[in-house]
């Protein structure tokens, strides 16, 4: 009886440490590929992806893109991880303040919302903007991850295959099964 007990103590333990997929839990964002971002980690700009090479996955905190010429090939240290969020698209993003040290060794304070899996994989054949050791990129879910099943939906939306009312289900459906 009292292994019983035990182990029905034990298993809540066993499945929260087995938990998959992202999540910001005790000040440390868990990314999909396993990466994971925290105070006092020093995080690696690699350059931007979008038009006029900005970075297309990492925004200043009031939304515009972060121009490439000032931030490729720089730093940020991570003082603070806040407002992690799922877009109604499946994004996630992370709210980063830090401080940023440039090319010419210079720093400033900065505020940063990041798309990080996006950031971190090469989307759609686009090299990573943020450098992560080989082990965390291109790792995607099997199945291909909530997220490509929601933009390949949306596609289907865009494209006339489907309603807008059937998008919305299809969505639901998809976020209800993850």
């Known amino acids: 009886m ?5 182990i029905l103590l034990l298993c809540p333990l066993i499945t929260n440490a087995q938990k998959a997929g992202p999540r910001f839990e005790n000040d440390t964002l868990y990314t999909t590929s396993g990466y994971k971002i925290y105070k006092g980690q020093i995080i690696q700009l690699a350059s931007g992806t979008a038009e006029n090479s900005k970075f297309r996955f990492i925004k200043y905190n009031g ?17 603070k991880l806040s407002d992690y969020k799922i877009s109604g698209l499946g994004n996630r993003y992370i709210g980063i303040t830090g401080t940023v040290t440039y090319r010419d060794g210079s720093k400033s304070k900065i505020e940063i919302d990041m798309n990080f899996d996006r950031a971190i994989t090469n989307f759609a054949n686009l090299p990573a ?50």
């Open 63 to 79: 939304g515009l893109n972060l121009e490439t010429q000032r931030f490729n090939n720089t730093t940020i240290l991570v003082k």
């Open 129 to 178: 903007e943020i450098v992560v050791p080989e082990e965390f990129r291109n790792k995607v879910p099997e199945g291909g991850g909530i997220i490509d099943e929601i933009e390949r939906l949306f596609r289907l939306y865009k494209e006339g295959a489907i309603t807008k009312e059937e998008y919305e289900v299809l969505k639901k459906k998809v976020i209800g099964e993850n």
């Open 2 to 6: 009292k292994k019983s007990v035990f």
